[in-house]
Nanobody
Framework: QVQLVESGGGLVQAGGSLRLSCAAS??????MGWFRQAPGKEREFVVV????????YYADSVKGRFTISRDNAKNTVYLRMNSLKPEDTAVYYC????????????????????WGQGTQVTVSS
């Protein structure tokens, strides 16, 4: 059974940091990403990472503040979020696919076959 389980969300003050984790099980995933959805808004892309970790792509809104990494031995991907802003408040979802990373497509939510249940991140001002 394939599962993606996120953890690490919470409440933090603006300027603070959080680290999200996504533990995958059930199969090997080549490309993994994070998306988020704020209340009343559509889901948006945050960041994606290739299997080897040598290729990443960040949304402009988080570039320079967020860092994605992965530990394939643990089948886990991490999202380190620094300098958090109130506008980062959202439910963060981990997504995974067996497709290889593509700079043209891997930012699209439709490319992912599996999703986690989401973890809430709330940044207070």
């Amino acid at each position: 059974q394939v599962q993606l389980v996120e953890s690490g969300g919470g409440l933090v003050q603006a300027g603070g940091s959080l680290r999200l984790s996504c533990a995958a099980s059930g199969r090997t995933f080549y490309t993994m990403g994070w998306f988020r959805q704020a209340p009343g808004k559509e889901r948006e892309f945050v960041v994606v990472i290739s299997r080897s970790g040598d290729r990443t792509y960040y949304a402009d809104s988080v570039k320079g503040r967020f860092t994605i990494s992965r530990d394939n031995a643990k089948n886990t991907v991490y999202l380190r979020m620094n300098s958090l802003k109130p506008e980062d408040t959202a439910v963060y979802y981990c997504a995974a696919t067996a497709k290889y990373y593509s700079g043209s497509y891997s930012w699209k939510g439709t490319e992912y076959d599996y999703w986690g249940q989401g973890t809430q991140v709330t940044v207070s001002s």
